[in-house]
């Protein structure tokens, strides 16, 4: 038959083999279902289905190129260039560059990433007088982000009773008219942030007729990987693009669905036999990568869940080594035992450092370890900290690059507008935002008409030579490439210059990552591709997009590098590792207090232990301490209920020590409150605690709810051992106590080198934001 079709198991030949009309593929953990993705997508060309009417939708840029590169290997590159085949914001981002002008933005929008978003809604927030504070701009944005990934705009989120209710319940009645105005913003600034690309994706395909018929007849085959992780508006896009032929596969496992706090909705993957007739469901269960006792223990730990779809996963592999349950007095001890035991595996079994992997529930948790292991000189490596491209002298190179595509971009604008120092103060700048928003025209045109506005005469001097230098590098992208531009970019502004004259050793460190920066340029304009047939768009503005879009997992440089990892279960997914430490099983920290109110909450941590399970191959240690410090406080603990749901016969406990079907024309999966809350029935829930709706209500006055009394702070009797600290190389993470606030946790630096900021959370007093050059600090640890 076909050479590429052997090696498959029965199950996984069904998969591919099967070709038009809808499948769901119920792929459970290790059980080749990337390999599965890529023979079908590879079978679909095989039978002269063609290479540009085949789309394929990942959830990470190393995913798609990981299919690209196997279906090359199998049909040849040449074919498999002309797939699309990326994650949904970058496919949606291609499509969404060519078609922008129908909904009203510039084809060369900006795409703003958590950071632009945040500092746009600290304007907003600031212009109109709220407290930002109080309005968070971090909470603000989950908000909103929220709501747009439920295809929530800020009209019907400001006329849905129950998400009325809940911002009013948590003291935030001004969310909404927030929402809009950041809305009108980014429109203004012509930029989407990464939510838009999802949400200006189905506003292209549900107002534009002619737009979706072309999609629908450019994509006649549909593939969706991590089907599980969908969110509403990623529904809606496929349901509509899929309506035509309903060649529609999806593939994923509801028993790794654990990414609701992103919006995602298991509901998508439990009803889609619901969407489609005659759905053909095709599961694969037999794993390939765990011993049998590893597997015995998942299967055991997901039956416990209600919601989930019916299978059992069993492997051919060895029975292998019970797993090993270690009960720690302490987390410190905890961090001992996990060091020392690698240290041992590693002399006893002539394991590498990167066949360990240490997955715990929560970053806070990494501190023992990292400790332990720096003791015993074990090289290791934290995966999921600070991206390459989010570093302060990355985002303000790239700042230039933005303003040089897009001069409506504020938010660059403002950034890099007196970067290097030229005069142009923090006065001047509020200004031209002033002036901008009274005369309803962009930042960049009152820099541009600076004369017209009153600027002092050194001020204005200033602002023509900057706008000069910008137009110079403009003019630039007619004859020039990414890289060219950027080399003069670096030269004109004098910032290589400045980070090359300090002489620091991060001052040499921020140099040597700009010129990292440049090669990346470079990289990117020298390598040949094409893509539909095409050559691929090598423009500045293509580069910059294609960075922007990186994922989290496609910014952990250098896996392969013989040291452990340390990361989240969040970020574990996907990845396997021969041997593993699930850290931390203790109530209230696994499952997360945060987690147990619900039974849809509960199940959720369960399918995240699941997942931290199954991404052992051969051993697998399981531990808990009985006290951990939190928040400066030792805190005794209880086992996890999930320890109770694994049968004492594959345990080796002798280490302790001490939606409705629709063809698509529109979204019709619950109201706004429930699309937000991420489940049908979730009204019903609201009703209980809010009550009905005024429409439903005989009285037609909305409840009243008083606002919360405000905060008091709770006085701090200092440590008799008080000595405050050099907080110079204070770090987010750390420990400390203050002599007022009690102890709390760092969660972020920011402000200048002169004047840092530290954000602490305190235990008993809530958010604080502690200027370090005045506050007095100890570090606990």
């Known amino acids: 038959m076909f050479n590429y079709l052997e090696g498959l198991n029965e199950q996984q030949r069904e998969a591919v083999l099967h070709k038009d009309g809808p499948i769901m593929i119920v792929a459970g953990a290790g059980s080749g279902k990337t390999k599965v993705l890529t023979t079908r997508i590879a079978h679909l060309m095989a039978q002269g289905v063609d290479a540009f009417n085949i789309l394929a939708l ?106 009325q209710q809940e911002d009013m319940r948590q003291n935030r009645p001004e969310i909404a008219r927030i929402f809009d105005a950041y809305v009108k913003r980014c429109f203004k600034n ?38 599980q992780d969908t969110n509403p508006a990623q529904y809606a896009i496929i349901k509509l693009l899929a309506a035509m032929h309903e060649n529609i596969c999806v593939v994923g496992d509801d028993a790794q669905s654990i990414y609701s706090f992103r919006g995602a909705t298991i509901e998508n993957i439990l009803q889609f036999q619901k969407d489609y007739d005659d759905v053909k469901v095709v599961k694969l269960e037999q794993n390939y990568r765990c011993t049998q006792n590893i597997l015995n223990v998942a299967n055991e730990i997901i039956s416990n869940n209600k919601g989930q779809i019916p299978k059992n996963l069993w492997t051919d592999n060895a029975q292998g080594e019970k797993i090993r349950l270690v009960r720690t ?68 190179f790239v700042a230039y690059l933005r303003i040089i595509v897009n001069g409506q971009d504020e938010e660059g604008l403002k950034r890099i507008i007196n970067y290097p120092a030229r005069g142009i103060g923090k006065t001047t700048v509020e200004k031209a935002v002033i002036v901008a928003n009274e005369q309803n025209i962009s930042m960049w045109q009152v820099l541009e008409r600076a004369g017209e506005f009153g600027f002092k005469a050194g001020t204005l001097e200033s602002i023509q030579q900057f706008v000069q230098m910008i137009k110079y590098f403009r003019a630039l992208l007619n004859d020039k490439n990414a890289y060219d531009v950027a080399q003069q970019v670096g030269k004109h502004t004098n910032m290589v210059k400045e980070l090359f004259s300090d002489k ?10 700009v010129q990292e920066l440049l090669n990346s340029i470079k990289e990117f304009t020298e390598t040949p591709d094409t893509e539909d047939g095409e050559q691929v768009d090598k423009s ?85 301490a009985n006290s951990r410090y939190r928040f400066g406080q030792l805190v005794q603990n209880e086992p996890s209920r999930f320890l109770e749901e694994i049968p004492d016969e594959y345990l080796d406990r002798s280490y302790s020590g001490g939606g409705a079907r629709n063809q698509g024309a529109s979204f019709t999966g619950g109201s706004a409150f429930e699309r937000m809350k991420g489940g049908f029935g979730a009204a019903a829930q609201a009703e209980k605690m809010y009550g009905p709706p005024p429409a439903k209500r005989k ?20 440590s008799t051992d008080f000595v405050a600290s050099d907080t110079s190389n204070l770090q987010a993470g750390q420990q400390v106590e203050h002599q007022k606030f009690g102890f709390g946790t760092v969660a972020k630096l920011e402000g200048s080198a002169h004047n840092p900021i530290a954000t602490i959370n305190f235990q008993h007093n809530g958010e604080k934001k502690i200027m370090l050059n005045y506050a007095k600090l100890r570090i606990v640890e």
């Not at 990845?575 to 945060?594: D, H, K, N, Q, R």
């Not at 009285?699 to 702070?713: C, E, F, H, I, S």
């Open 504 to 513: 620091t050793s991060e001052g040499l460190a921020r140099y040597e990552n």
């Open 329 to 396: 007095m302490s987390d410190n001890e905890e961090g001992h035992f996990v060091a020392d035991t690698i240290q041992e595996q590693k002399l006893r079994n002539h394991f590498n450092n990167r066949d360990f992997a240490i997955l715990y529930r929560t970053n806070a948790q990494s501190r023992a370890f990292e400790e332990s292991l720096r003791r015993k000189a074990i090289p290791y490596k934290i995966f999921g900290g600070m991206s390459f491209y989010q570093r302060k002298e990355i985002r303000d």
């Open 190 to 227: 012509g930029a989407m942030d990464f939510d838009d690309l999802l949400l200006k994706m189905y506003e292209l395909l549900n107002t534009q007729p002619d737009a979706l018929h072309k999609y629908q007849h450019k994509f006649k085959y549909i593939l969706v990987d991590e089907y």
């Open 699 to 718: 009285d037609t006055k909305p409840a009243y709810m008083p606002p919360p009394a405000p905060a008091k702070v709770v006085e701090h009797v200092p």
């Open 58 to 163: 990942t959830f990470t840029n190393k995913a798609a190129a990981e299919m690209k590169e196997r279906i090359g290997k199998i049909l040849g590159n040449s074919e498999a260039r002309n797939l699309y085949v990326g994650t949904f914001h970058s496919v949606f981002a291609r499509i969404l560059r060519g078609e922008a002008h129908n909904i009203g933005y510039p084809n060369n929008f900006t795409i703003y990433d958590t950071d632009d978003s945040r500092s746009v809604l600290k304007t907003v927030i600031n212009e109109m007088n709220l407290d930002d504070k109080h309005y968070k701009p971090n909470v603000v944005h989950s908000r909103i982000s929220g709501a747009k990934n439920a295809l929530v705009g800020p009209a019907e989120y400001a006329t849905d009773y129950y998400i």
């Open 540 to 624: 500045l503005g293509a580069y910059l997009q294609q960075i922007t879009l990186l994922t989290d997992a496609d910014n952990d440089e250098d896996e392969n590098a013989d040291v452990v990892k340390l990361m989240t279960i969040h970020a574990a997914k996907g990845l396997e590792f021969p041997v593993v430490f699930s850290v931390g099983l203790e109530e209230t920290l696994f499952p997360s207090a945060m987690s147990i109110n619900t039974r849809e909450e509960l199940e959720e941590e369960r399918r995240l232990f699941y997942v931290v399970v199954t991404r052992a191959k051969t051993r697998l240690w399981i531990s808990y």
